[in-house]
């Protein structure tokens, strides 16, 4: 579980190493968000430079009572790979090293850029790799992210982008007192439902050809009190605006600073942004992509910027990055699972989208 390793990539590192990759090894942080464990491998040192990104943490499994078997045992029941990480995301990341371990073209490089932090705050894993990558020269032509966007059946689904997310805490000081008496004191209650009304009856933008609108959404409200006939001292909320490339997250958290000041003098806004909004717009890449799908499954995918956030919301920074993996209906569920058979279908498109990228005639560079 997440940022715990428990020798995963190691696996990985062995099966790539007999593929004839050369494999870096990264251990970065410390608790309480670390030590995360990063891998990055390449074969090949010329371009067109094709990269895979995955990652090998999970999410905790949950009650293990709820579990009908063992999460981490990888068992196989009806024709389905039942345990914690089946669609997100190892079986893609066993898909795309087995296709990656089978094609070998002439020229360019293959890799594969691995971290144990997508799970978790993010803040060791790839980006510290991409810096890495980066300085070294191992910097992609193209990424594919193997998460696992596919809805109904595989292939149905593609992510050529991703909305951005701010995280803000928003806390209002009043004067505590007696509720009998409220001359004497100042309920920060009464400030804060002012300032998440404004915040939620706010239009932040209409949605565009490629995205939705975005939205703001409450997530916790709190003010502690320990009688009901106390006006308390403060009062907190949390929020989440998930949005569009109509706006940067510091204009959004800056807007929400603003509206919360224009209420009360006595609000505290604290934002972080997790990730902007991107787009890598269709043409291509994303046509090698769509047609290596199609050719395999006999479905013809929709391109999507729905959902949450990636870690491609950091390797769009070095290249043009697409998502494309196995069925997430079951993704974080007790009980995750996907079919054997649509992990054999995967590498054989990951297979086919190398082979047409360093064919000869491809134009996808």
Known sequence: ????????????????????????????????????????????????????????????????????????????????????????????????????????????????????????????????????????????????????????????????GRRGSVNAWVRVNGAQGHVAYPHMAENPITHLVQILSRLQTATLDEGNDWFQPSNLEVTEILAPNPAHNIIPAYAEARLNIRFNDSHSGRDLALWIEETARGVTERAEVEAIISGESFLTPPGEFSTLIADSIEAETGVQPTLSTSGGTSDARFIRRLCPVVEFGLVGASMHKVGEHVAVADIDRLSAIYRRILSGYFSPEASAR
């Open 1 to 160: 579980m997440t940022p715990v390793d428990a020798g995963a990539q190691d696996v990985l590192a062995s099966a790539l190493q007999a593929a004839g990759f050369t494999v870096w090894r990264h251990v970065c942080g410390e608790a309480p968000d670390g030590p995360v464990h990063n891998l990055f491998a390449r074969r090949g040192d010329s371009g067109p430079h094709f990269a895979f990104a995955g990652h090998t943490d999970v999410v905790p499994t949950g009650d293990l009572s709820h579990w009908d078997c063992d999460p981490f045992a990888a068992e196989v029941k009806d024709g389905m790979l039942v345990g914690r990480g089946a669609s997100d995301m190892k079986s893609a990341i066993a898909a795309f090293a087995a296709a990656a371990a089978d094609v070998q073209p002439q020229t360019g490089s293959i890799s594969l850029i691995i971290t144990g932090d997508e799970e978790g705050p993010a803040t060791y894993g790839t980006k510290r790799l991409l810096q890495w990558m980066e300085a070294e020269g191992h910097v992609p032509d193209h990424c594919l992210v193997g998460e696992p966007t596919s809805r109904a059946v595989l292939g149905d689904m593609v992510k050529i």
